[in-house]
T-cell receptor, first 116, second 111 residues
Framework: GAVVSQHPSRVICKSGTSVKIECRSLDFQATTMFWYRQFPKQSLMLMATSNEGSKATYEQGVEKDKFLINHASLTLSTLTVTSAHPEDSSFYIC????????????FGPGTRLTVL | QKEVEQNSGPLSVPEGAIASLNCTYSDRGSQSFFWYRQYSGKSPELIMFIYSNGDKEDGRFTAQLNKASQYVSLLIRDSQPSDSATYLCAFLSGGYQKVTFGIGTKLQVIP
């Protein structure tokens, strides 16, 4: 199978702190990983595309200095929400592209961030 | 015009019936199409992908793609209450890595 894990699954933090979320592909190598955000009753919104060994590509309107992405290896990408505020509270989901020939993405279980 | 159009529902069907979910897209260059299922509070899980015009069957699920009309559909036969979820269609933009998701259709299977 294609298994993607995320850690932590849930985090509650105070406003102004930074939170790091890890995304790992457990049984395959992923040259490309994606970070999404989903607010209640809304669709997935792509935040950025993370390529191993290079800078992430951010979608329009996503602050790259606030959402730091590092894709240091073929199995790990991290998203750091810096100086989090209550409006950053959301469900953050990563996905990994397993096979470039099919472009199929497999999703991690998501991280629910609550900023107080 | 939105890139992906889906009826948000809810779509209610009785247990055992066929559920039909539809999606239209605007990018004629799209090559890859996906259906994901998302339970409340969970992340999406892949059900099927389809690239060629026509039907693709996998168990109780059948994906249908019509590139000329720019729509893709998902049929769920013998619907079960456990199929109750939000179904997201998605497509890969032609020439790009980016996958665009629809808002999802909420399906309710009534026992």
């Amino acid at each position: 199978g294609a298994v993607v894990s995320q850690h932590p699954s849930r985090v509650i933090c105070k406003s102004g702190t930074s939170v790091k979320i890890e995304c790992r592909s457990l049984d395959f190598q992923a040259t490309t990983m994606f970070w999404y955000r989903q607010f209640p009753k809304q669709s997935l919104m792509l935040m950025a595309t993370s390529n191993e060994g290079s800078k992430a590509t951010y979608e329009q309107g996503v602050e790259k200095d606030k959402f730091l992405i590092n894709h240091a290896s073929l199995t790990l990408s991290t998203l750091t929400v810096t100086s989090a505020h209550p409006e950053d509270s959301s469900f953050y989901i990563c996905s990994a592209r397993r096979d470039t020939s099919t472009d199929t993405q497999y999703f991690g279980p998501g991280t629910r961030l609550t900023v107080l | 015009q939105k890139e992906v159009e889906q009826n948000s529902g809810p779509l209610s069907v009785p247990e055992g019936a066929i559920a039909s979910l539809n999606c239209t897209y605007s990018d004629r260059g799209s090559q890859s199409f996906f259906w994901y299922r998302q339970y409340s509070g969970k992340s999406p899980e892949l059900i099927m992908f389809i690239y060629s015009n026509g039907d693709k069957e996998d168990g109780r699920f059948t994906a249908q793609l019509n590139k000329a009309s720019q729509y893709v559909s998902l049929l769920i036969r013998d619907s079960q209450p456990s199929d109750s979820a939000t179904y997201l269609c998605a497509f890969l933009s032609g020439g790009y890595q980016k996958v665009t998701f629809g808002i999802g259709t909420k399906l309710q299977v009534i026992p």
